[in-house]
């Protein structure tokens, strides 16, 4: 986004637009979600077999359903610090012959009641695209190919003919594999130096591409931007994996500590400078290979968590299942993701995979308690991005009111992105940042006609306001006026989504 005036205490702004100034198209798996073996994502989450919700298969009807709703493409699975230490064969085969063990990424017992197959199986009933990440701290270079063997093999191997017996619906197999998570950071089990990683994980993806090599390979990045390794282990990491690197992983978990709203709601701007200095790593091991295919990004956890990111939060201390992070948001941190999806909407050039961390119950979009079901304030927000994904990404020329930061100077007041389908529908998504100014903005697409289709807006009087289990529906979406003409216009209140279908003629 240029911001090109500056203009204090100015509250009309407008996103200039234009039908040929594409970024590049907006690959669906940007709407991706994360599933993890922690706290009661899984059990008690998506799989319930004793819970009245629970369908033929034992998952959650509630959950699965609105799941649905926010139409996720690709699905992370099984972690996250969780794979660390889980050996797939565990949770394969006869239930009933599926090992109990001691998980110490979170602290909990791991029944394997759910494995490979059952979230296959669920893949095939949501359209979820599946995105497996390998064992890479306890585990071995064999052992991932052989999962690949497993999942992607046909019946003339043993893997093959295993998963034929145990699965003989299954047609899916797994296109998007990530070499281990977070193996830079120090909690992680098998933690380990970048060079070290870059070898292990060479190996790996040497013996997953000889299984299949139509699949595609993550590098694990560097987990956190404050990390003294930043961008340094994720050349290294990069630049060993060589070709066998189709994408570069990065994690972020934006926060409000300090609980200034008004600095949080510019925070989005963090994840355009991430992308920006991430992207710059992976174009300058190539331009080092002299190759002129170049990794692209994964930005495959992404979310708000702060709340309970601590200690006693992520340690469950023998319990199954344990309440872990089960974070409660309100509506800043809707905007915030929101400004998450919109960052990597403008670098679509680059952002090819993202996905929410996590979906159900663990900093996730939908909390279950007991058979109940609750939609959080960040499901609204996703939700608003629903029927408005496909397309090209535009550039965005900002013009109005600017924020002073002290962290990144000034912020456009009026977060931004577009995406134009095809030559008659326009998608613009805009967060007024400011805590306690009306914005209203102007959207012209390059001297085109625009007609509202339809506008929805998120916004409560309170910043803080979030959906509980005594007031579930505090904040929704609702449906919102436009005025049209030579060009569009629509008010925005203070600290708001608004998400708008157009169009062009
Ligand atoms: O999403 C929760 C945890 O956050 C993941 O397991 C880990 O990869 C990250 O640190």
Redesign the pocket.
Known sequence: MSVWNYAPGVTKATFNLHQQHHVGLVDSRIFGG?L?H?GRAVYEGIFDPPSVQADEFGCRTDVVGALSELDFTVMRYP????VSNYHWRDGVGPVDERPTRREL?WGTIEPNTFGTNEFLSLCERTGWSPMFAVNLGTGTPEEAADWVEYTNGNPTTELGRQRAKDDPMSVQPVPLWCLG??MD?P?QIGHMSAAEYGTKARQAAHMMKLVDPTIELVVSGT?LPESSTYLAWDQIALESVGGFADYLST?R?LDNYSGDTAAFLTSGVAIDRQIAEIDSVCRYVAGRRRSSRRPFIAFD?WNV?YRTRNRAGMWADGQFPAHL?EEVYDLQDALVCAQFLMSFIRNADVVKVANL??IAN??APVLTNGDNLLRQTIFEALAMFVGRRTGNSLRLGYRGPVIPSPEFESVAMVDGAAILNGDNELYVFAVNRSVDSKVELTVELSGSHLEPVSCDLLHHSDPTAQNTWDSPDLVRRSGMEMSSGPALMVELPPHCLVAMTLKVS
């Open positions: 994360f993890e922690m972690g996250g610090n969780f990424a998570n977070e950071g909690w987990s994690h978990y956890e968590w992070v961390a996590q663990v900093i």
